[in-house]
Nanobody, 125 residues
């Protein structure tokens, strides 16, 4: 079983930046995509960004132009560069991967193969 471990969360003021990392315990030829989800207090978990093995990326409208996802396959590591952070970006951020195509821009939770345990991001106003 693959383990995904996130890091890089923390407390930052609005307008600041953070870079999240996700390291997979092993390489998998079956891994088609990697993604970041987040869950704000009292809200459902939502997809934030996804990167496919071919390099395509997609973002939630709420983060488009501010966040950038990347995947260094040789290092089994995925990143999420978050700039111009807003208080509404506060939440637990989860790393995930999958091996199936899905309908829509961002993967549904049911198609996630592995989850990380999450890293907390808090943006103060």
């Amino acid at each position: 079983q693959v383990q995904l471990v996130e890091s890089g969360g923390g407390v930052v003021q609005a307008g600041g930046s953070l870079r999240l990392s996700c390291i997979a315990s092993r390489y998998s030829t079956e891994r088609l995509w990697m993604a970041w989800f987040r869950q704000a207090p009292g809200k459902k978990r939502e997809g934030v960004a996804v990167v496919f093995s071919g390099g395509s990326t997609f973002y939630a409208d709420s983060v488009k132009g501010r966040f950038s996802i990347s995947w260094e396959k040789g290092k089994n590591t995925m990143f999420l560069q978050m700039n111009s952070l807003k208080p509404e970006d506060t939440g637990m951020y989860y790393c995930a991967d999958g091996r199936e195509y899905y309908l829509g821009l961002l993967p549904p939770e049911r198609d996630v193969e592995n989850w990380g345990e999450g890293t907390q991001v808090t943006v103060s106003s």
